[in-house]
């Protein structure tokens, strides 16, 4: 079976881990400090998938349903 995502986007998430545990990870437009586990992963498959690696499409957003009347 072949891979989900590739070494090099593992190496990225990896490296956006670490730097969180050691508090100098920051997220993008407010630059604030980074804390949570999730947005440090989500950092990291950013930076691969802007670097080329192999790492498959964000999720879209649910759609919102208009209430039936």
Request: no cysteine; net charge positive.
């Amino acid at each position: 079976m072949a891979r989900k995502y590739s070494k090099k986007a593992g190496k990225k998430v990896g490296r956006a881990m670490r730097e969180r545990k050691s508090g100098t990870l920051r997220s993008g437009r407010s630059g604030r400090k980074v804390k949570s586990r999730k947005q440090a992963i989500a950092i990291g498959l950013s930076q691969a998938r802007a670097a080329g690696a192999k790492v498959p499409k964000k999720r879209k957003a649910a759609k919102k349903r208009k209430a039936k009347r």
